[in-house]
């Protein structure tokens, strides 16, 4: 499915594209992008963050990751997983160029809506909280910090 949006400003966003913003699943010939993008933007980097195992998200879930397109280049990405559970948003990345356009926002907003034909109640996002600009754009999707929570990994 793809998505034709016009982004628009939120509290967080400076000033809007009129250029429609489009969001679609991934597919396995934009991966490279997808990690290029990751690379970018500074996101906590990850033994994780190669084509294999990115090509192995979309094998099971290809809608899971998102990107968004504007002027036919893929400028951000978003992937959006459900456990059963709760929604999980996570890797939302929007290139320096092209933000405070509502990029995000539209990535953010995609992200939901499938989460919410999935069965999802409730939304979780992962945050670098050392990105001051990243945790104001959660909170103006919407999103709040649960004090005292925080989110432990190990490599499987």
């Known amino acids: 499915m793809t998505s034709r949006l ?10 809007p594209t009129t250029t429609p913003v489009g969001i679609r699943p991934a597919r396995p010939a ?3 992008t997808v990690l290029k993008i990751w690379r970018d933007v500074s996101l906590a980097a990850s033994e994780h963050d190669r084509v294999e195992v990115v090509a192995a998200l979309l094998e ?3 809608s ?6 504007l002027d036919g280049a893929i400028v951000g990405t ?6 059963g559970w709760q ?4 890797r939302l990345a929007v290139l320096q160029r092209c933000r405070r356009r509502g990029i995000g926002h539209a990535l953010v907003a995609e992200g939901e809506r499938i989460l919410r034909a999935r069965g ?3 939304g979780a996002a992962a945050v670098l909280l050392g990105k001051p600009e990243a945790v104001a754009f959660w909170v103006s999707a919407g999103y709040a910090h649960r004090a005292g929570s925080g989110r432990f990994t190990k490599a499987l």
């Not at 016009?6 to 000033?15: E, I, K, L, N, V």
């Not at 899971?64 to 397109?69: D, K, N, Y």
């Not at 978003?78 to 456990?83: K, M, P, Q």
């Open 120 to 122: 999802a109640r409730r």
């Open 64 to 69: 899971s990751l998102l990107v968004a397109e």
């Open 87 to 90: 929604g999980h948003l996570y």
């Open 30 to 32: 934009d991966l490279a």
């Open 60 to 62: 099971h879930r290809a």
């Open 6 to 15: 016009t982004a628009s400003p939120q509290s967080h966003d400076a000033a």
């Open 78 to 83: 978003l992937i959006a997983g459900f456990d």
